[in-house]
């Protein structure tokens, strides 16, 4: 099984334009960040997603020095510059990670792509967190996300699976799940072969 990790980056941030290209001793926050997947010993590449017109920027400019892959694709709609980077750079799995977490340790990012099955897992701890999807259940769901579903990729499937509360239909999601989960409760224990506890850093869907 082939296992990408693809990194969603741009220097258009509305909050702090540039973040990723801001310095700390002298190397942008994307450097420390590439240092630490580099150190990953579970995935087998590593991509750059980002924006046209930042090829030609400080971050794109900064990604060619360090001979990191790149794919580029629209600002403004992640799930189509995701799908991209799929077709460039095709994996069975793969691991997205955000560029604004230069904290983010590469355990958490081993542990996403090692620990992964079914259709989606999410895993984060104080420096970020990385979430994983099948590339092909995620090219199939892709056309079907919307708003911001089509930026925050796994929102979609969150959803999708009842975990989260956001909508009406959601509630009814959640609570019909909430009584299966008591009711298998009182015979063979909580949570067996339901669903597994959203414990420390790992959820899954």
């Known amino acids: 099984m082939t296992v ?7 220097m258009g941030s509305t909050r ?15 450097g420390y960040l590439i240092d630490r997947l580099e150190k990953c010993h579970n995935i087998d590449k590593l991509v750059f997603a980002i924006p046209e017109r930042d090829l030609d920027s400080p971050l794109g ?8 892959n790149i794919s580029t694709g629209p600002e403004d709609d992640v799930a189509k510059r995701f799908a991209i ?11 997205r990670v955000c560029a604004d977490s230069p904290l983010i340790s590469p355990f958490i990012v081993d542990e996403a792509a090692t620990d992964y099955f079914d ?17 092909k259940i995620f090219l199939t769901a892709a ?6 579903e089509r930026e925050h990729l796994g ?24 009584v299966k989960e008591q009711l298998w409760a009182h015979g063979a224990g909580w949570g067996r072969n339901m669903s ?7 959820w899954r869907w």
């Open 85 to 95: 980077a799929l077709k460039n750079y095709p994996c069975d799995v793969f691991v």
């Open 143 to 148: 056309p079907f996300m919307k708003g911001d």
């Open 16 to 30: 702090l334009p540039g973040k990723v290209m801001m310095e700390v001793n002298g190397k942008p926050l994307v």
């Open 196 to 202: 597994r506890p959203m414990g420390r850093v790992g």
């Open 155 to 178: 929102l979609y499937f969150q959803r999708k699976f009842g975990r989260i509360v956001d909508t009406p239909e959601d509630f009814e999601s959640v609570q019909c799940m909430l």
């Open 119 to 135: 259709i989606y897992y999410c895993v984060g701890a104080l420096g970020g967190q990385a979430e994983t999807f099948d590339t």
């Open 61 to 68: 400019r900064f990604l060619t020095f360090r001979r990191i």
């Open 4 to 10: 990408n990790c693809i990194v969603q980056a741009r």
